[in-house]
Structure formats: C-alpha cells, structure tokens
C-alpha cells in the first residue's frame, strides 16, 4: 500500500467526542490528503496538505481539521463527532511531476462508528 | 462545480468477454485522468493513468481518452471473475488541482 499506514482500523466512539485519525507514510510524498467514502456518494475530498504546515479545505471539510507538522504525517480530528460523520475515512499520498497531476495511492482505511 | 459521472451499474458481462466503462467530466481544462479499482471492504488501486488523447495499453487494460467530447473509457479484455469490483474513474485539470472521482460502476463478471 505505497508505505501509508492509518490508524485506527476500526474505531466505535459517542456523539460529542473529539476524534484523531492518523495518517503516517514512509514514502516522502509531498501530497497528502483526507477522504471519506460513504454509499452514493462516493469518494469526497476532506482536506489536503501540499507541504508541512500547508494545508487547504476540499469539499466536505465543515466539523474536520487537519494538522500537519511533519512530512510524513498527517492527522485529521473531528472536533465533536456527530453520526453523520460515521464513514470510511481514507488518506491518500501522491508525488507531483511534470505538468501533469500525480496518481493517489491510498492507505488501507479507518472505519469510524459514531454512536 | 466539477463534476465526472459513471454509470453505477451493476454492469454484468461473461467471463471471457470485454468489459467497457465508461466515465464523462464536466471541466474541459481536464489534463489527468485515472482509473481505479476497489474491491469490496478494501482500498482504491490505480489501474491506470492516462494523459493525451487516444489509448493506452497496460496487458488486458485500456484506457481511451476523447478530450474534445470529455470521455474517457477503460476496457477490460478477457474478463475474468477476479475483475468482478467497483471502478472508480478520477479527474483533475493540473498538477496542483484536486483530483475529483466518479461515484464508481460496479463491475461483475458472471462465470
């Protein structure tokens, strides 16, 4: 999976709690994004980082933020999970070069229940 | 608002026989274009990646890009029941745009 681990796998949290999904790659990709997959809607972009410290709202970005300190990380929190936000949360990696934009390789996923 | 659009299918097809998806974008500055396959409980793969008009072959894999009518398609020869998977197609106008996927067709090869 192109060196991108997520953590947790599986998480079950309660309305209301702050929630913290890790995402930690081994490959140096400057490119770092947050997507969530739900049923008929597909993939939608959360947030992306295009360096450390850099960082920009994709689609579906109301109730995330994103933090990013070090290259190889990059972490998203739901500051107050609601049962709306219960999903498949993917990062994804990518290598800009040339013109054209880079393929995203994904980490294996978080599956987040909010009760 | 970007938008790419996929038939959601399912689109059956015989073991055997080729397999067309087909995928439409609505930014005609669209430089990128990828294809991906998920299978169930698992993780987008990139299949392929295309960027100039015309084919491109990678073994049972084609992808083919229109610019002009804003298409691009993936065949898949010699289907087999292992290709069965939801193919995601992804589109983004340059280096630095976001890439935006399609809600995916749902493939299944009947044996």
């Known amino acids: 999976d192109a060196g991108i681990t997520q953590s947790p796998r599986h998480k079950v949290t309660e309305t209301g709690t702050p929630v913290t999904l890790r995402c930690h790659q081994t490959?140096?990709?400057?490119?770092m994004y947050w997507y969530r997959q739900d049923p008929g809607h597909g993939l939608r972009l959360i947030h992306y980082?295009?360096?450390?410290?850099?960082?920009d709202k994709g689609e579906v970005s109301d109730g995330y933020s994103v933090s990013r300190s070090k290259t190889e990380d990059f972490l998203l929190t739901l500051e107050s999970a609601t049962s709306s936000q219960t999903s498949v949360y993917f990062c994804?990696?990518?290598?800009?070069?040339?013109?054209?934009?880079?393929?995203?390789?994904f980490g294996n996923g978080t599956r987040l229940t909010v009760t | 608002q970007k938008e790419v659009e996929q038939n959601s299918g399912p689109l059956s097809v015989p073991e055997g026989a080729i397999a067309s998806l087909n995928c439409t974008y609505s930014?005609?500055?669209?430089?990128?274009f990828f294809w991906y396959r998920q299978y169930s409980g698992k993780s987008p793969e990139l299949i392929m990646s295309?960027?100039?008009?015309g084919d491109k072959e990678d073994g049972r894999f084609t992808a083919q890009l229109n610019k002009a009518s804003q298409y691009v398609s993936l065949l898949i020869r010699d289907s087999q029941p292992s290709d069965s998977a939801t193919y995601l197609c992804?589109?983004?106008?340059?280096?630095?745009?976001?890439?935006?996927f399609g809600k995916g067709t749902r493939l299944h090869i009947l044996p």
């Open positions: 994804a990696i990518s290598d800009p070069r040339g013109q054209g934009n880079s393929p995203l390789h």
């Open positions: 490959e140096n990709h400057r490119y």
């Open positions: 980082s295009y360096g450390v410290k850099d960082t």
């Open positions: 930014d005609r500055g669209s430089q990128s």
């Open positions: 295309i960027y100039s008009n």
């Open positions: 992804a589109v983004s106008a340059n280096r630095d745009d976001k890439i935006i």
